[in-house]
């Protein structure tokens, strides 16, 4: 079988399932977005998936998506780019510049930094502010106790395009108490979207609502090399 039929059986094949977690939850598959996660992989692969009807990628890396996906974006016109990945105050700039999503929003001064470039660049992706429902010194996203008062800040004082909340949960714990209480926050604050679930959970993702799952594995096979960034 060749790359492209590969990825194309593999994409079928989670669209199903998605479709499937949707009917078991009683919501249509068009609520949820699926995100591609192309991180590490090449153009071709991407291309691929393309091909085969994908248009929503995300990436964790703004120096790996910068060297692939302009080009890619060009040619595409619908494609969409979500950054996933932890981002840096100093990778600001191009990443409002390059990403239609940013959904690691995690601490005031990325905020301030991303509102300021909003203003300049004149262009404001959608965003997701990341918390941290684990609460792992390793990871990124904002820590659940200061979760309300950041979104609140990001909102009503940054005025920032904050839509949806994001989150990782730990991989040796069972992902659903996280997923309801993200689910929980975002009502609270009266947000639609839900980004939570990978390749091992999306299916649960689902079931508390998420809005959109973010597969790499499950699309693309294991990772290659890790690219710059």
Same mark, same amino acid.
């Given at each position: 079988? !060749?790359?492209?039929?590969?990825? %194309?059986?593999?994409? @079928?094949?989670? #669209?199903?399932? &998605?479709?499937? +977690?949707? =009917? ?5 598959? !068009?609520?949820?977005?699926?995100? %591609?996660?192309?991180? @590490?992989?090449? #153009?071709?692969? &991407?291309?691929? +998936?393309? =091909? ?56 005031p001064r990325l905020a301030e930094v991303v509102a300021r ?30 979760a309300d008062e950041f979104i609140h800040m990001c909102l ?8 949806g909340l994001m989150c990782i949960p730990p991989v040796d ?57």
């Open positions: 079988m !060749s790359e492209r039929s590969t990825i %194309a059986a593999a994409l @079928t094949a989670v #669209r199903a399932r &998605i479709a499937k +977690a949707c =009917a078991r939850a009683g919501r249509e598959p !068009s609520s949820v977005t699926l995100v %591609a996660v192309s991180k @590490t992989h090449e #153009r071709p692969l &991407i291309e691929s +998936a393309i =091909a085969a009807g994908q248009l929503v990628f995300g990436e964790n890396r703004v120096q790996e998506a910068q060297a692939k996906y302009p080009a890619l974006k060009a040619a595409h016109k619908r494609l969409k780019l979500h950054l996933i990945g932890p981002l840096q105050t100093n990778k600001a700039a191009a990443a409002v510049g390059l990403f239609d999503v940013i959904e690691t929003l995690d601490r470039e909003i203003a300049r660049q004149k262009r404001a992706p959608v965003l997701f502010v990341q918390v941290n429902t684990g609460e792992e010194p390793q990871k990124a996203g904002i820590p659940k106790p200061e009503d004082y940054w005025d920032l395009p904050v839509r714990e069972d992902p659903e108490p996280h997923f309801a209480w993200l689910a929980d926050c975002a009502r609270r604050h009266g947000l639609g979207l839900l980004s939570m679930g990978m390749s091992a959970d999306f299916e649960t993702a689902i079931a508390h609502g998420a809005t959109h799952v973010r597969l790499g594995t499950a699309i693309f096979g294991e990772r290659a090399v890790p690219g710059p960034g």
